[in-house]
């Protein structure tokens, strides 16, 4: 049998699944108190229309920078040459 050493980077699942978009939406009421702005989520039965505030927030993941890839393909071709060199009887 034959020793492949593995950086542990290399383990790590680095494409993983991804949420396409995540947004999250609420509505909160927004008062001023001595100079302070109070924020509550009240129901909305109970909201007065001018002081109903929306606030919507969309998340889009980014792609992997090129450098973790490079990083990661950099490993799995120092692996496959380990594992191939084991094959053909190199060291």
């Given at each position: 049998?034959?020793?492949v050493d593995v950086p542990l980077i290399a383990l790590v699942p680095i494409n993983a699944s991804k949420v396409g978009k995540a947004t999250f939406s609420?509505?909160?009421q927004l008062?001023?108190?001595d100079g302070e702005v109070m924020v509550?989520?009240?129901k909305k039965q109970s909201v007065e229309e001018q002081h109903l505030s929306h606030l919507e927030i969309s998340i889009v993941p980014d792609e992997l920078p090129g450098g973790i890839s490079?990083?990661?393909r950099s490993y799995s071709d120092v692996i496959e040459r380990?594992?191939?060199g084991g094959?053909?009887?190199e060291i």
């Open positions: 049998m034959r020793q609420v509505d909160f008062d001023d108190d509550s989520f009240p490079s990083i990661a380990q594992i191939e094959k053909n009887g």
